[in-house]
C-alpha cells in the first residue's frame, strides 16, 4: 500500500535534499521495528554515504528477490514524471528478519509498505499488512498525507483512495502457451483484474506462465472489497486455466 508524508512534496517535485531527508526520517521510523521481536530485520540504502550504503551485489541480490525496485532511471514514465530524479539518493528499504515485511522508500511514492509471502490464504498477507500498516501511523512524527474527499494522497491518480494494491502470483501455462498473456487478460479484465509481469509493469511474463494478477479499482473501494475481488476473479481464472489444458 503506499502512502505519502504530509510534510515533504510528493516524488515528482522533490528535491535531492528533500529524499535525503525523507530517507534519514524514516531510517529513525524504522528502528522501531527493527527493535521489536516480530520485525526485527535491518535498512539497505542507495544513498552514496549512508551509513546503511549496500554495494552493487547487494542491490542486484535484492532485485532478484522481488525485496528492492529496480533502478528508476529505466523507466521512461517515473523519469518523466520527474518521479525517478536524483536515482539513487534518498532510495532504500526496509525489510523484516524473516523478508515478509518490506518498506520501499523513494519510489513512486514516498513509501510502499508490503507484505508478502508463499500460500494460499490471502488474509494471513492481508492481517500482516494491517499490523504493520498501524504500527508505522502509530510512529511519532509521521504524519500521512490524507484527503477527507479521495482518501489517500498517491502520485497515480489510480492509486488514489486506497492506495493499495493486492496482488498474486499465479503460473497460467495453458493460457499463456503461446508465449503472452492474451488470453490471460481477455478473461482477467471483464473481471476487473490486471494482468503483468511478475517484475512488475511493463515486465514480460515468467517462462513458466507465471503471472501477476491485481483487482484494479483502488477509490471509490474498501480494502477489503480488493481482497474478494481478486480472490473471486483468481477462483474464474484457476477454472478457466484448468479448461484450456
Same mark, same amino acid.
Given at each position: ?14 528535491? =535531492? ?25 535491518r ?14 551485489d547487494?542491490?542486484? +541480490?535484492? /532485485? ?13 514514465? @517515473? ?11 534518498? $532510495?532504500?528499504?526496509? /525489510?523484516?528478519?524473516? $523478508? ?6 523513494? +519510489?513512486?511514492?514516498h513509501? =510502499? ?17 494491517k ?11 509521521? +504524519? ?21 494494491r ?19 487478460k ?6 476487473? @483484474?490486471? /494482468? ?14 507465471? /503471472?501477476?494478477?491485481?483487482? =484494479? ?5 474498501? +480494502? ?17 486455466? =484448468?479448461?484450456?489444458?
Open positions: 500500500t503506499a502512502r505519502n508524508l504530509k510534510d515533504f512534496p510528493l516524488p515528482g517535485s522533490m528535491t =535531492r535534499d528533500d529524499r535525503v531527508r525523507l530517507e534519514n526520517k524514516m531510517m529513525a521510523a524504522f528502528q522501531e521495528l527493527i527493535d521489536r521481536p516480530d520485525y526485527g530485520g535498512y539497505y540504502s542507495l544513498t552514496p554515504g549512508n551509513p546503511n550504503f549496500i554495494d552493487e547487494t542491490y542486484n +541480490e535484492l /532485485v532478484a528477490a522481488h525485496i528492492m525496485f529496480k533502478n528508476m532511471d529505466n523507466d521512461r514514465y @517515473l523519469t518523466a514524471a520527474g518521479i525517478a530524479a536524483d536515482w539513487p539518493y534518498g $532510495r532504500g528499504c526496509y /525489510v523484516s528478519e524473516d $523478508r515478509q515485511a518490506i518498506i520501499w522508500v523513494g +519510489e513512486e511514492d513509501l =510502499r509498505i508490503m507484505s508478502m509471502q508463499r500460500g494460499t490464504v490471502l488474509n494471513n498477507v492481508f492481517d500482516r499488512l499490523g504493520m500498516l498501524d504500527l508505522v501511523e502509530r510512529i511519532d512524527g509521521l +504524519e500521512f498525507a490524507y484527503s477527507p474527499d479521495y482518501g489517500v494522497v498517491t502520485s497515480c491518480p489510480t492509486n488514489l483512495g486506497t492506495g493499495m493486492a496482488s498474486l502470483h499465479i503460473p497460467l501455462p495453458n493460457l499463456t502457451a503461446d508465449g503472452t498473456d492474451k488470453k490471460a481477455e478473461i482477467a479484465g471483464p473481471l476487473g @483484474l490486471s /494482468v503483468r509481469g511478475v517484475g512488475g509493469e511493463h515486465t514480460p511474463i515468467g517462462a513458466d506462465g507465471t /503471472v501477476d494478477i491485481s483487482p =484494479r479499482a483502488r477509490f471509490c473501494i474498501t +480494502e477489503a472489497e480488493i481482497l474478494v475481488s481478486l480472490y473471486n476473479g483468481i477462483k474464474l481464472l484457476a477454472e478457466a486455466e =484448468r479448461n484450456a489444458g
